[in-house]
C-alpha cells in the first residue's frame, strides 16, 4: 500500500495535537475515530480529496426511526439546516443514521490544524446538538407524531448541551 498522502497526513497530525485517537484506513484517504459527547457518541470520518486540496468532516449516530416518523425527521433537519452557515445535516434511510457533513478548500497540501479541529469540533456539535430534537421525535407515540409541532420543537432550548466553559459563567 501506498502511503497516506501529504494533506491526509496532515489531518492525522492536527488530530494527534489534539490528542484524539483515529486509525488511517488503509488504502483510502480517510480517518476514522469516535467521540463520546453530551447527548450521543459521534462516529467521526475525514477524507481527503487530493485533487481538490480539500477535507470533509462527516460526523453520525444512529438514530433508528419508525417509517412514519421519517417525515418528522426529515423536517427537522431541513429546519435545523435553513439555520446554519457552515454544514449541513442529513439521514442516511439505508443506515438510519444522522448525519453532518462540513467541507474546506485548501490553499495548501498541508492543511491548517487550527481549521481542520474546528471543523472536527463544529462536526460533533451539531450532531450532539441536534439529537436530543430527533430523540423526542423517535418517542413521541405513534398516534400523537400528527401533533408535534417540529418548528416550535426546535426552540426548546433546554435540550441543547452546554457549552464547554459556559458553566463558569453562571
Known amino acids: ?10 489531518v492525522s497530525d492536527a488530530f494527534n495535537q489534539q490528542g484524539w485517537e483515529h486509525e488511517i484506513i488503509e488504502g483510502r484517504e480517510v480517518i476514522n475515530t469516535a467521540f463520546d459527547a453530551h447527548h450521543t ?20 449516530t444512529a ?12 423536517e427537522l433537519l431541513h429546519r435545523a439546516n435553513k439555520q446554519m452557515n ?5 439521514y442516511d434511510l ?3 443514521r444522522v448525519v453532518f457533513r462540513i467541507t474546506n478548500i485548501f490553499e495548501r497540501e498541508k492543511f ?5 479541529s474546528t471543523m472536527t469540533h463544529c462536526t460533533i456539535a ?30 426548546r432550548e433546554d435540550l441543547i448541551p452546554p457549552v464547554p466553559g459556559d458553566e463558569d459563567l453562571i
Open 94 to 96: 439505508d443506515r438510519q
Open 41 to 60: 457518541r459521534v462516529q467521526v470520518f475525514a477524507q481527503v480529496f487530493t485533487q481538490l486540496n480539500a477535507l470533509s468532516i462527516v460526523g453520525e
Open 112 to 116: 491548517d490544524a487550527d481549521i481542520i
Open 126 to 155: 451539531e450532531v450532539d446538538r441536534i439529537t436530543p430534537y430527533c430523540s423526542m421525535i423517535q418517542q413521541t407515540a405513534d398516534d400523537l407524531i400528527d401533533d408535534l409541532n417540529i418548528e416550535r420543537l426546535l426552540l
Open 63 to 74: 438514530m433508528p426511526m419508525d417509517e412514519i416518523k421519517i417525515p418528522y425527521l426529515l
Open 86 to 90: 457552515l454544514g449541513g445535516l442529513e
Open 1 to 10: 500500500m501506498r502511503p497516506p498522502s501529504l494533506q491526509t497526513q496532515s
